[in-house]
C-alpha cells in the first residue's frame, strides 16, 4: 500500500512558470515532510523539508504548502527554469521510526 | 549541508562474485543508515535499515543472506551483494540520518552484473 501519494507523474512547464507537485497522506502520525530533488544517474538530494506546526515554508524558489486537515502537502516551484528539470519526490516519516515513505515521483521538465 | 558519500559510484562485476558499496557520512555520525535501492524511472525501495552495533533490520522480500549490511562505526556502513546475479544490476543508494532527524543521500552506486 503506497503510504504516500504523488501527483502528477510528469509534468511540462514553460520557463518563468510555476510548477506545482502535490503530495497526500493517511498516516496522521507522520511528522515530518521532506522533499527531494533528483536528476538522472544521482542520488537524491534534500531540497526543502516541512514539519506540521507550521503551514508554510519557503527558501528561495521553493516553496511547501501543507495542510494538515487535508493531510496534503505540495511543493512549489517559482520561475521554474530549465535546471529546475528532474525527478521530484515527496516523503514522510514518523519521528523516532527514521525510515521515509517516498510518493512514486514526478518527472519536472522546464521547457525553455 | 550534511554530506553523504557513496562508493564506489559505478562498479561491473561477474556474474557470481561479491560486490561492496560504501556509505560514509563526512561531516556528521550517523546511529542510522538506510539502504535503497532503485529501478529506472522508479521510486526508491528501502531494503535494509542499519543502525550502528547491531544487526540490520531487513524489509520484507529483501534476502539478508544476499545484500550483507555492516554498520561498524557511525560513519560508515557497507552493503556486500553477494553471489551478484544480473538481476541484481540496479542503482543503490545509502542515507543516513542527522541528529536534527534530518536524513541524507548518498550519490548512489550504479551496480552491473555481466
Known amino acids: 500500500q503506497q503510504q504516500v501519494k504523488q501527483s502528477p507523474q510528469s509534468l511540462i512547464v514553460q520557463k518563468g512558470g510555476i510548477s506545482i507537485i502535490n503530495c497526500a497522506y493517511e498516516n496522521t502520525a507522520f511528522d515530518y515532510f521532506p522533499w527531494y530533488q533528483q536528476f538522472p544517474g544521482k542520488g537524491p538530494a534534500l531540497l526543502i523539508a516541512?514539519?506540521?506546526?507550521?503551514s508554510e515554508k519557503k527558501e528561495g524558489r521553493f516553496t511547501i504548502s501543507f495542510n494538515k486537515s487535508a493531510k496534503q502537502f505540495s511543493l512549489h516551484i517559482m520561475d521554474s527554469q530549465p535546471g529546475d528539470s528532474a525527478t521530484y519526490f515527496c516523503a514522510a516519516s514518523i519521528r523516532g521510526a527514521n525510515n521515509l515513505f517516498f510518493g512514486t515521483g514526478t518527472r519536472l521538465t522546464v521547457i525553455p | 549541508g550534511a554530506v553523504v558519500s557513496q562508493h564506489p559510484s559505478r562498479v561491473i562485476c561477474k556474474s557470481g562474485t561479491s560486490v561492496k558499496i560504501e556509505c560514509r557520512s563526512l561531516?556528521?555520525?550517523?546511529?542510522?543508515m538506510f539502504w535503497y535501492r532503485q529501478f529506472p524511472k522508479q521510486s526508491l525501495m528501502l531494503m535494509a535499515t542499519?543502525?550502528?552495533?547491531?544487526?540490520?533490520?531487513?524489509e520484507q522480500g529483501v534476502e539478508k543472506d544476499k545484500f550483507l549490511i555492516n554498520h561498524a562505526s557511525l560513519t560508515l556502513s557497507t552493503l556486500t551483494v553477494t553471489s551478484a546475479h544480473p538481476e541484481d544490476s540496479s542503482f543503490y543508494i545509502c542515507?543516513?540520518?542527522?541528529?536534527?532527524?534530518?536524513?541524507?543521500f548518498g550519490e548512489g552506486s550504479w551496480l552491473t552484473v555481466v
Open positions: 542515507s543516513a540520518e542527522e541528529m536534527r532527524n534530518t536524513i541524507y
Open positions: 542499519s543502525n550502528e552495533g547491531s544487526k540490520a533490520t531487513y
Open positions: 516541512i514539519r506540521p506546526d507550521v
Open positions: 561531516d556528521f555520525q550517523a546511529t542510522t
